[in-house]
């Protein structure tokens, strides 16, 4: 059986690494390249701990693509270089799976005309963990009866976009089910409420509160509380390790290429 062929860019953030350690262990996976401004010319197995494996890290994505020709490139990075990146990807024609989070409208717009363009797909998750996206799944449903709901997501202090993609991703779920011009959105300021503390009620995503919390110490939270009369109802996940985010990971790797176009989340490739 042909192994699918994977560079990771990224190789030596915290979920690269881990990702690709994932892989390694993967038997219907091989890793072929891996990029990141850190750590260039060392052996990426020996940064890990593993050995030499015989792949350098690089910095140069057009020249790895080239060299080692990839069915697959996976990208943790930071959302500015990861545009640049899957726009890379599919002018070579290589399919991305995409972890970063924090990208704009304007870029995940231009992506899409891109992919569109070339016929080249890219697979967006907020957030790999399976819980996470039974979390979401849950959310989508008890919405449906419970329709007041704030989301606290809860990240380590070294996390550069808030709120966090999942986050964005469950208001969204939450408030198409809802639908989006409800009168119960906390969203819309309720008669003489104010903020004595700018922030204090948090951001507000299609008509749901967001409160982000930074701390060390943590990983990856969301917890969703919903309100109705005389009860409330909190459902919450816990991603306390990062191997969480890689059983998705692998899914996303080996089955979204067979789907067209952009793709975003993995609820997609689970059967649900
Ligand atoms: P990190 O800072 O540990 O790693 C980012 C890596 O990108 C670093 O090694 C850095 O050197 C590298 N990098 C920066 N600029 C680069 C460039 N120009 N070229 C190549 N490499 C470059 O961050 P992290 O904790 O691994 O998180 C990475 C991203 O993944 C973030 O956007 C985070 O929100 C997201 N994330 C997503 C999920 C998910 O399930 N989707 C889970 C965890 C983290």
Sequence with gaps: MKKTRVIVT?????????????????????????????????????????????IRIEQNLEKVIEDTLPDVMVDFT????????????????????????????????????????????????????IGAVLMMQCAKEIIKYLPEAEIIELHHDQKLDSPSGTALRTAEIMALERGLNSNTAQGKEKKGMYEKVKGARGGN????PIHSIRLPGLVAHQEIIFGGLGQTLSIRHDSIDRNSFIPGVLLAIKEAP???????????LMEM
């Design 205 to 208: 995503h299609n008509g749901i």
């Design 78 to 129: 930071i959302a500015q270089v990861a545009k640049t990146n899957i726009d890379t990807a599919i002018k070579f024609g290589v399919y991305s799976v995409v972890g970063t989070t924090g990208f704009n409208e304007k870029e995940l717009e231009e992506i899409q005309g891109l992919s569109e363009d070339k016929g080249t797909g890219v697979f967006f998750a907020p957030n790999f963990a």
């Design 10 to 54: 990224g190789a030596t953030g915290r979920m690269g690494q881990a990702v690709i350690n994932g892989i390694l262990d993967d038997p219907q996976c091989s890793l072929v390249g891996a990029v990141d401004i850190k750590g260039e010319g060392k052996d990426i197995g020996a940064v890990l701990g593993r050995g030499n494996l015989g």
């Design 258 to 268: 067979k789907r067209e176009g952009v793709v975003v989340g993995l609820e997609n």
